[in-house]
T-cell receptor, first 111, second 113 residues
Framework: KQEVTQIPAALSVPEGENLVLNCSFTDSAIYNLQWFRQDPGKGLTSLLLIQSSQREQTSGRLNASLDKSSGRSTLYIAASQPGDSATYLCAVEAGANNLFFGTGTRLTVIP | NAGVTQTPKFQVLKTGQSMTLQCAQDMNHNSMYWYRQDPGMGLRLIYYSASEGTTDKGEVPNGYNVSRLNKREFSLRLESAAPSQTSVYFC????????????FGPGTRLLVL
């Protein structure tokens, strides 16, 4: 069974700092990897989706990379802002309709 | 577009009671999903529907039933609620079957006493 791990569970950074969130998965046979944002008491919002044939995706200040062979993905956030404070989840699609989620990294950006 | 909507937002049940969680999407998506989110465990798939008229079990289907009423609506039913079903339930949808972004509803918080 696919296992998805996100370390650290929580991270605090001062505003303006660049930061990297990590995601690792145990089975490299994936269709894609997605990064989501979840605000307290809310649903998930998709940030970036990387297909298995791609190495990275960018959206604004966010850049996600994928290394299938090593089972790792990173989400890079440039010039962090207090509005970036949220829990960030990664999920891998490892079969038709089979999305495996990590437990998330709770990010706090301190003004 | 409202996206994915869920009702109710919050519910308290006693052990043994039944209830149905409702989900609707207005994006003309084919596939719909039900997940539960528990502390320290991440989201886990309960059931999904790849298209209108079809449903399949996910990772944790025991104690639940689903109905894909039409293309827009996908409901989750707890026939006899148990404290272990205390969780936050999320509905999601995608345009197709695989390789696409999932769109999530705001969630239903369920407490079973």
């Amino acid at each position: 069974k696919q296992e998805v791990t996100q370390i650290p569970a929580a991270l605090s950074v001062p505003e303006g700092e660049n930061l990297v969130l990590n995601c690792s998965f145990t089975d490299s046979a994936i269709y894609n990897l997605q990064w989501f944002r979840q605000d307290p008491g809310k649903g998930l919002t998709s940030l970036l989706l990387i297909q298995s044939s791609q190495r990275e995706q960018t959206s604004g200040r966010l850049n996600a990379s994928l290394d299938k062979s090593s089972g790792r993905s990173t989400l890079y956030i440039a010039a962090s802002q207090p509005g970036d404070s949220a829990t960030y989840l990664c999920a891998v699609e490892a079969g038709a309709n089979n999305l495996f989620f990590g437990t998330g990294t709770r990010l706090t950006v301190i003004p | 577009n409202a996206g994915v909507t869920q009702t109710p937002k919050f519910q308290v049940l006693k052990t043994g009671q039944s209830m149905t969680l409702q989900c609707a999407q207005d994006m003309n998506h084919n596939s719909m999903y039900w997940y539960r989110q528990d502390p320290g465990m991440g989201l886990r798939l309960i059931y999904y529907s790849a298209s209108e008229g079809t449903t399949d079990k996910g990772e944790v289907p025991n104690g639940y039933n689903v109905s894909r009423l039409n293309k827009r609506e996908f409901s989750l039913r707890l026939e006899s609620a148990a404290p272990s079903q205390t969780s936050v339930y999320f509905c999601a949808s995608t345009p197709g079957v695989v390789k696409e972004t999932q769109y999530f509803g705001p969630g239903t918080r369920l407490l079973v006493l």
